[in-house]
């Protein structure tokens, strides 16, 4: 059993304060560590291992046997894989277990021959996770673990924690592996300094801290009509001789204090998740919007699309699929207008717009937030105040672009888009390279857009999320 007693993280202040939990490896459990940038996961990691003294509490662990795998694991240079792990043996002859982690992580024995200088980023993590196994951990703490993989090693990476006997703590912005092996989660939240344990899958999380904010805004909702009410009451009579020797006014000042002592710990703060007003419904009438007709298209010798045709109607959901190589980045320039060496033919309707929301950001990296918004959007003062308030942009404006985060860059397109949003989003990958939160908002702001989506997606929860209505099936035989 691994537990902690009113635990305090953090450096010259604390991060988090009073974390009382347990792990058992027994129990199998499969936890998501989740909180934003900053919030204290990896401090909290850190501090579980040892590396790092907790400002206040105690952690206890009774025949448990930690194994960390850094977001960013390190091998020695030039050193074979063999001796690299033979290394980490506690007893020569126990060379066999290397045999048995190799195949626990789906590697095989002839990269004990290899320097670990020609290993990939994915092979770098799964040597790794070998020379952790051979120190048979009972719980395992993981970082990031999913960088660096491809959708196989991704796959093979959701079996392995599933089969792991024992328990796992992870950290990752991949939700479609949270959604795949998650049990409980573990939420930081920074304004509260306090850590929130809610048992079940990652989508029952979800649902649950949608479900509390909401309460939450109501109830704080309710008792802000109810001091507005007495304000109002006492403002009007509080020196009116009728009441100048009642004990009401008395009575009205404190229930006014009592409802703001209540309304207090239920202030609204900024939620990490991005959550838009509601826009315009998308309309029920269908309008043509755009036509395409693509004989063929070419890289030299190569034909990387062939026959590819389809209508798009206001406020259509359309998904373009097909393996790597397949042409759907290249199907997505053509309808914008930036591809035109190709046979066939792009229609639009008069007057339709398009935009590209791709997962590599394409405003000027040396520009600043209220530079790019300011020259874009005609907007007033007080416009594009609420407009960097409502994006959660309001501390960076005078920030360069090539400055901000992943996701922080995605809110400055959105900022554009919303402002002024065209009838068309192209969307390529979209939540590459983005936070758990960021990704969270980007699909948040998705399904309330009124306009057409065509997009091409990897992630699975933003594909359900948005539920196309037409398939565009690109690479097939």
Same mark, same amino acid.
């Given at each position: 059993m691994f537990t902690t007693h009113s635990l305090s993280i953090g450096y010259s202040y604390p991060l988090c304060e009073g974390i009382s939990l347990s792990l058992d490896s027994?129990?199998?459990?499969?936890?998501?560590?989740?909180?934003p940038n900053g919030s204290g996961k990896t401090t909290l990691i850190q501090t579980l291992l040892g590396r790092q003294s907790p400002l206040a509490g105690s952690v206890t662990q009774h025949g448990e046997r930690l194994g960390y795998l850094p977001q960013h694991p390190e091998l020695p240079?030039?050193?074979?894989?063999?001796?690299?792990?033979? =290394?980490?043996?506690?007893?020569?002859?126990?060379?066999y277990l290397i045999?048995?982690? $190799?195949?626990?992580?789906?590697?095989g024995q002839e990269l004990l021959l290899q320097s670990t200088s020609s290993l990939s980023g994915g092979q770098q993590m799964r040597i790794k996770l070998a020379e952790i196994l051979l120190q048979e951990p009972t719980i395992l703490l993981l970082d990031e673990p999913s960088n660096h993989l491809d959708d196989a090693g991704k796959q093979w990476l959701e079996g392995f924690i599933e089969g792991f006997n024992g328990s796992v703590v992870l950290i990752s912005? #991949?939700?479609?592996?949270?959604?795949?092996?998650?049990?409980?989660?573990?939420?930081?939240?920074?304004?509260?300094?306090?850590?929130?344990?809610?048992?079940?899958?990652?989508?029952?999380?979800r649902a649950e801290r949608a479900r509390k904010r909401a309460d939450k805004e109501?109830?704080?909702?309710?008792?802000?009509?109810?001091?507005?009410?007495?304000?109002?009451?006492?403002?009007?009579?509080?020196?009116?001789?009728?009441?100048?020797?009642?004990?009401?006014?008395? /009575?009205?000042?404190?229930?006014?204090a009592d409802l703001e002592a209540l309304a207090l710990p239920l202030t609204?703060?900024?939620?990490?998740?991005?959550?838009?007003?509601?826009?315009?419904?998308?309309?029920?009438?269908?309008?043509l919007l755009l036509r395409y007709d693509v004989a063929e298209k070419r890289y030299g010798q190569r034909v990387v699309l062939s026959a590819v045709s389809g209508k798009v109607y206001s406020g259509q959901r359309v998904e373009i699929s097909g393996p790597n190589g397949s042409g759907k980045s290249t199907l997505l320039q053509i309808l914008r207008g930036e591809d035109t060496a190709y046979s066939g033919h792009v229609w639009t309707a008069d007057g339709v717009t398009l935009a590209?929301?791709?997962?590599?950001?394409?405003?000027?990296?040396?520009?600043?937030?209220?530079?790019? $918004?300011?020259?874009?959007?005609?907007?007033?003062?007080?416009?594009?105040?609420?407009? $960097?308030?409502?994006?959660?942009?309001?501390?960076?404006?005078q920030s360069r672009i090539g400055d901000l985060s992943g996701g922080q860059q995605k809110r400055v397109e959105m900022a554009l888009l919303l =402002?002024?949003?065209?009838?068309?989003?192209?969307?390529?990958?979209?939540?590459?390279?983005?936070?758990?939160?960021?990704?969270? /908002?980007?699909?948040?702001?998705?399904?309330?857009?009124?306009?057409?989506? +065509?997009? +091409?997606?990897? #992630?699975?929860?933003?594909?359900?999320?948005?539920?196309a209505e037409q398939q565009v099936v690109l690479g097939k035989d």
């Open positions: 027994a129990a199998r459990l499969r936890v998501a560590l989740i909180g240079p030039d050193t074979l894989v063999g001796e690299y792990l033979e =290394a980490h043996l506690e007893e020569s002859w126990h060379a045999d048995i982690a $190799l195949e626990t992580v789906g590697l912005h #991949d939700r479609n592996l949270l959604q795949q092996v998650v049990t409980s989660v573990w939420e930081l939240h920074p304004h509260t300094r306090q850590l929130e344990l809610t048992t079940g899958s990652y989508a029952h999380w109501a109830r704080y909702a309710q008792l802000e009509r109810q001091i507005r009410e007495i304000d109002r009451w006492l403002r009007a009579h509080e020196f009116h001789p009728k009441y100048q020797f009642s004990d009401r006014v008395m /009575s009205q000042k404190k229930k006014l609204p703060v900024p939620d990490p998740v991005l959550r838009l007003p509601t826009t315009p419904p998308r309309t029920e009438k269908r309008r590209l929301l791709s997962q590599h950001c394409s405003l000027p990296p040396h520009q600043r937030v209220e530079e790019v $918004l300011g020259q874009r959007l005609p907007l007033s003062d007080t416009e594009y105040h609420r407009l $960097l308030q409502q994006m959660q942009l309001l501390e960076y404006r =402002a002024s949003p065209p009838d068309i989003l192209l969307l390529d990958e979209p939540t590459n390279h983005l936070d758990l939160f960021a990704q969270e /908002s980007l699909e948040c702001f998705l399904q309330q857009y009124p306009g057409a989506i +065509i997009f +091409i997606t990897h #992630d699975a929860l933003l594909r359900e999320a948005l539920a």
